[in-house]
């Protein structure tokens, strides 16, 4: 049963940090964090596989860090040196792979992130 849950939003200062996570991952191989900012798309911002391979979007690349916990159902997203413009919704998401891309089957329901200057 995959049921996402996310946690750990909050707000926070420019320069701070925070820590989200997101569990009830079940059985599934491929787990994602993303954002959607008032007014904006919504974008990838760390992906994660089962074999550990990650990947980080540009703009957070060096700041955040994905990590599954081994032997829990969670994945978390360690998120330093905030910046205003990582404010958001973020969202957990997980899936499987088909034709050896990840398909986020999964989506929970989202936990807000302020950065204020």
């Known amino acids: 049963q995959v049921q996402l849950a996310e946690s750990g939003g909050g707000s926070v200062e420019v320069g701070g940090s925070l820590r989200l996570s997101c569990t009830g991952i079940?059985?599934?191989?491929?787990w994602g964090w993303f954002r959607q900012a008032p007014g904006k798309e919504r974008e990838a911002v760390a992906l994660?596989?089962?074999?550990?391979?990650?990947t980080y979007s540009d703009n957070v690349k060096g700041r955040f860090s994905i990590f599954k916990e081994t032997g829990e159902q969670r994945v978390s997203l360690q998120m330093n040196s905030l910046k205003v413009g990582d404010s958001g919704m973020y969202y957990c998401?997980?899936?499987?792979?088909?034709?050896?891309?990840?398909?986020?089957?999964?989506w929970g329901q989202g936990t807000q992130v302020t950065v204020s200057s």
């Open positions: 079940g059985i599934t191989y491929c």
């Open positions: 994660i596989d089962d074999k550990g391979t990650t």
């Open positions: 998401a997980a899936g499987f792979y088909y034709g050896g891309n990840c398909r986020y089957d999964y």
